[in-house]
T-cell receptor, first 115, second 113 residues
Framework: EAGVTQFPSHSVIEKGQTVTLRCDPI?????LYWYRRVMGKEIKFLLH????????ESGMPNNRFLAERTGGTYSTLKVQPAELEDSGVYFC?????????????FGPGTRLTVL | SQKIEQNSEALNIQEGKTATLTCNYT??????LQWYRQDPGRGPVFLLL?????KEKRKERLKVTFDTTLKQSLFHITASQPADSATYLC????????????FGQGTTLQVKP
């Protein structure tokens, strides 16, 4: 069974440009999460999809970030326009259930560098 | 707000010894707590989940305890091996217990042969 995949693995862009990150969760996992780790800090939650609906987007830093999950399968996270402080590693995770059945499977991450 | 604290200093131990990592949480009472392992350049990998009504959970050489009075979880690796060297992350859920995880900074364990 394929794990969670993310694309690209690395992205280097200039301030003001747009970047779109993609996540393909494990097949059959309704729950999809985005997290990010900025340099020297802990991994922080961004948002949570259940199928195609946003259940919790309390961690989204500002309106430059837009996440979508059309059809309830893969998800994209767009940053527009990118700022220097957006640099970090963006992780996607998926899970079958929530709460006590909430083992999350993480992708390898996308390392975003904004110059 | 919810806060998770793990020893930020690296833990260095000799192969064969038991490693003990600490996770303290404040400002809420999670219904469960998870531990993940992360290797450089990779995403976290789930290890164990312990519920608030469980004092202890074991899986092979791993043991996790959960003390809701102290608001603390301990993670033990017995008979440690160099392959256990990694960063270990404590992750209880957010206060709504619906899905999002709150991560500590992680403790890096180095097991020397």
């Amino acid at each position: 069974e394929a794990g969670v995949t993310q694309f690209p693995s690395h992205s280097v862009i200039e301030k003001g440009q747009t970047v779109t990150l993609r996540c393909d969760p494990i097949s059959g996992h309704d729950n999809l999460y985005w997290y990010r780790r900025v340099m020297g800090k802990e991994i922080k939650f961004l948002l949570h999809f259940v199928k195609e609906s946003k259940q919790d987007e309390s961690g989204m830093p500002n309106n430059r970030f837009l996440a979508e999950r059309t059809g309830g399968t893969y998800s994209t996270l767009k940053v527009q326009p990118a700022e220097l402080e957006d640099s970090g590693v963006y992780f996607c995770a998926s899970s079958k259930g929530q709460g006590l059945t909430n083992e999350q499977f993480f992708g390898p991450g996308t390392r975003l560098t904004v110059l | 707000s919810q806060k998770i604290e793990q020893n930020s200093e690296a833990l260095n131990i000799q192969e064969g010894k038991t490693a003990t990592l600490t996770c303290n949480y404040t400002n809420y009472s999670p219904a469960y707590l998870q531990w993940y392992r992360q290797d450089p350049g990779r995403g976290p990998v789930f290890l164990l989940l312990i519920r608030e009504n469980e004092k202890e959970k074991r899986k092979e050489r791993l043991k996790v305890t959960f003390d809701t009075t102290l608001k603390q979880s301990l993670f033990h690796i017995t008979a440690s091996q160099p392959a256990d060297s990694a960063t270990y992350l404590c992750a209880p859920p957010g206060s709504s217990n619906t899905g999002k995880l709150i991560f500590g900074q992680g403790t890096t364990l180095q097991v020397k042969p």
